[in-house]
């Protein structure tokens, strides 16, 4: 059987994956959880569960299984002193293998409850079992094992935004592409669809799920927590991107019953960044997608409740608590509400730009985009740390990058280091004040036209166009509640006029990040006057929490 990239991992830090509890660590937990007999062949849990327990080998052999293949691909044996379970463990996420008893033994179970109790209080066992869970995570995301098997082309938009979202989520999948597969047939024929119906995924292989939308993904693979709809949360944050995962931790972290309502991803648009390398603490930089994928653990393990492709449609300010409508018409409550709903990279006035979305013009440039644009040309349209990270990382897969920008250049509005990477690299252009002023192909992008400085207009064969120009804020949804300024953005703290403040109830000015609502605050890109960096996205987020606790303590 050829290694695979999950095989290579497991190997090279297998110690840190499957350590082995000392009895002093194993005595610690006896405490919390309950010892059971269990018999040769019985399943602890199977893929597909969601409410499984943590189980520690006592005695006997405990087969961890991949049940896809066959009769089951063995991944691993944890014997007498190690424990089952990965991140699923903390999010409640359905199982992605079966446990089963490979020799009869005693075993010691841990409830999620009990686990989360663990890791919050000792600090020994928590390094230790956080460690483990996000390195088992990282082997079945390399290994592909997964109960995810995703249908699709590479030239087709709907197959890029789901492993988009399978990958920016840390959901394992495996992949048949129906233009080089020669296999593919029998499968579709097997479930009974057609070649048209594509992007497909087949859910647990069972379940056949015809261009899904991002919610019916996360729903059929269990990877949006439940919503309590009954008690008020004490804080609900809308937007996982670094403001809105910084104010979940920190919350949860004190103690606040914390929901977090996320469209898409964790990480927001950062997430999509190839590389942050003027982050604190990070000096050989860090992708936005791992930055992201660990402030999400941060949350999962304080007990903050994380719903992945729940989007907020509407905030209702006129009630206490306040009341937030999602698309399915379900509604949650909250004693405060943190707006963190970021921005996007705002579109160009082109003919056909939607045509085009996901097929040649995208919005970030992750390794999936970067794929696709091997030995090819690609054009960057933008000047700002986002549009500099995307056009240094793509050259390394690009035959040539070419960023148009237009202005008369980079100095106003990118990092000098960012400048630098740009003017030494040699497959990297920069054209000032040039734009795009036409796309044109058939199902997939294949020609660009742009207008330069000298007002020459030229049309070239090239079929990946990454747009990162300026942002709009994600602010629709509020519906008027909270005052915004000319361009959307939520006005907070000292930016509030007196017009605005007129119906303020409290004796005390607003707080910083505070709207002209009390009780409602806006973090990150979605508040006006924000600085549009990481660093400052985490730093609001977590000032937030302050603040929260003194409106709380006013109730």
Known sequence: MATTAGDELLAARREQMFPKLTPRQVDRLGRLGERRSVAAGEVLFAQGDTRQAMYVVLSGTLEIVRPSVGPGERLTLHGAGEFTGETDMLTGRRSLVHG?????????????????????????????????????????????????????????????????????????????????????????????????????????????????????????????????????????????GPAGLAAAVYAASEGLEVLVLETNAPGGQAGTSSRIENYLGFPTGISGQALAGRAFTQAEKFGATIAIARTATKLDCRTRPFVLTLTDGQEVRGRTVVIASGARYNKLPLEDLGRFEGAGVYYGATHLEAQLCTGAGVIVVGGGNSAGQAAVYLAGQARQVNIFVRGEGLAATMSRYLIRRIEDTPNISLHTRTEIVGLAGGDELERVTWRDASGQVTTEELRHVFLMTGASPNSAWLNGCVAVDPLGFVKTGLDLGTDELAAWPQKRPPFHLETNVPGVFAVGDVRSGSVKRVAAGVGEGSTAVALIHKVLAEV
């Open 100 to 240: 089963r008893m490979q020799e009869a033994g005693d075993v010691l179970v841990i409830s999620r409850e009990q686990l989360r109790r663990v890791v919050q209080t000792d600090a020994e066992l928590s390094e230790l079992f956080m460690r483990a869970f996000i390195l088992r995570r990282m082997g079945l995301i390399a290994g592909h094992h997964s109960d995810a098997l995703l249908v699709g082309s590479q030239h087709s938009a709907g197959t890029l935004r789901i492993k988009e979202f399978f990958t920016r989520n840390a959901h394992p999948y495996n992949y048949i592409d129906v233009d080089t597969d020669t296999g593919v047939a029998a499968l579709l024929d097997h479930f009974h669809v057609r070649v048209d119906e594509i992007p497909i995924v087949i859910c647990r292989g069972e379940r056949v799920l015809k261009n899904p939308t991002n919610i019916e993904v996360a729903e059929c693979f269990g990877m949006s927590a439940d919503v309590e709809n009954v008690k008020p949360y004490d804080v609900i944050v809308v937007g996982a």
